[in-house]
């Protein structure tokens, strides 16, 4: 750790950009149609918004469109001073929705996501794929970046990554679900860091070389290993169990605080320091993301915890749990405040 403390960057800010799940979080009360927030969500809209507030340069490819949703969904990245550059606008696309219900009576998990209008019940707007003759127009303009991100695939997310990937970008590539098209393995060919869930994806029954895979496994903790073989085998990865806090709320964006951790320690540098890192950086990074993800739990939403701390009192915290301290949580006012805007869906309006 740096003298400085988790959260120390380079002397250069380092760039990340990431395309893929950026939609708008509506977060509510799962007992009530009572809205609690509306937020940017979807793991590369958080993951991407959460290296802006550590401090990096944060890059979203994302196609939106001009309507209730993306006006809010602008509005929150500009307080974490996301990048707008490549967030594309149509008027004849809908933006994105997701809503989380907050469950108290739940034991784990705490919420549920859903994907129909509580309201009005119709069906919510889903992630669209950025049209090719727009891929053509970020090409010429995206800045070199340290790591790129994607979580969902397509013949127009893999073009970006690859050119990335000549640059020396770390190819970061955090799927939710085994694709049995060509794609998949295409993306594996040039992966640096594969990171995936437990929950979602039991095995992936391709071989890889990438340098570093890491399993979420929720509450238990994470497992990874470096690069070697592999193929099937479930040997050889490093356990790392979670931390836990007493006071869970709400286990949303666990898993992207925990990208967004091993991003940040890992990243700065580009692929080329990759092969230089020690395995106690590594392991380092890895208790870095699970603590900042066991905080994150203790409030509502998926990136509840930018909302009530700044940079240096999660450092503070985040030191104690990694040094096994007690740390207390004032998380009595669990969200900042109640949304009073009713509208969640394009139905709604």
């Known amino acids: ?48 918004t959460i290296l802006s507030f550590l401090g990096w340069e944060s890059y979203p490819i994302a196609y939106l469109g001009k309507d209730h949703a993306s006006k809010i969904i602008l509005d929150d990245i500009n307080k974490w001073n996301v990048k707008k550059n490549y967030i594309m606008q149509d008027e004849t696309v809908k933006t994105p929705i997701i809503v989380e219900k907050i469950n108290n009576h739940l034991e784990q998990k705490k919420h549920e996501f859903n994907f129909v209008c509580p309201l009005c019940h119709s069906k919510l707007p889903r992630n669209r794929v950025i049209p090719n003759e727009l891929v053509k127009d970020i090409i010429k303009t995206m800045p070199e970046v340290q790591v790129f991100y994607l979580d969902r695939l397509s013949r127009s997310a893999l073009k970006i990554a690859n050119l990335h990937k000549k640059m020396g970008a770390i190819i970061f590539f955090e799927p939710h679900k085994v694709s049995k098209n060509t794609l998949f393995k295409e993306c594996l060919k040039i992966t ?14 391709y071989n ?26 479930k040997n050889h990865y490093e356990k790392i169990n979670a931390y836990h806090l007493n006071n869970i709320v709400d286990t949303a964006g666990a898993g992207d605080w925990l990208t967004a951790g091993i991003i940040h320690m890992l990243g700065q540098n580009g692929r080329g320091y990759l ?35 700044n940079k240096r009192e999660i450092n503070e915290m985040v030191k104690k749990i990694m040094r096994k301290k007690y740390v207390q ?19 709604c309006i």
Request: proline residues 2%; aromatic residues 8%; positive net charge.
């Open 1 to 48: 750790m740096s003298k400085k403390g988790y959260f120390h960057l380079n002397s250069v800010k380092p760039k990340v950009m990431g395309i893929g799940l950026l939609t708008l979080d509506v977060i509510m009360n799962g007992g009530d149609i009572e809205i609690l927030d509306k937020v940017v969500g979807g793991s590369m809209g958080n993951v991407i």
């Open 192 to 205: 640096d860091i594969l990171k995936y869930s437990l929950e979602d994806i039991e095995y992936i029954p």
């Open 208 to 233: 890889r070389d990438v340098y570093l895979e890491i399993i979420s496994l929720g509450s238990e903790g994470v497992k990874y290993k470096l690069k070697g073989n592999l193929n099937n085998s």
């Open 275 to 309: 092969n230089n890192l020690l395995k106690s950086s590594i392991k380092e990074a890895m208790l870095f993301g699970q603590s900042l993800s066991a905080l994150n739990c203790s409030f509502e939403g998926a990136r509840g915890l930018m909302y009530k701390f």
């Open 329 to 347: 949580i004032n998380n009595n006012k669990k969200y900042r405040k109640k949304n009073k805007d009713m509208i969640i869906c394009p139905m």
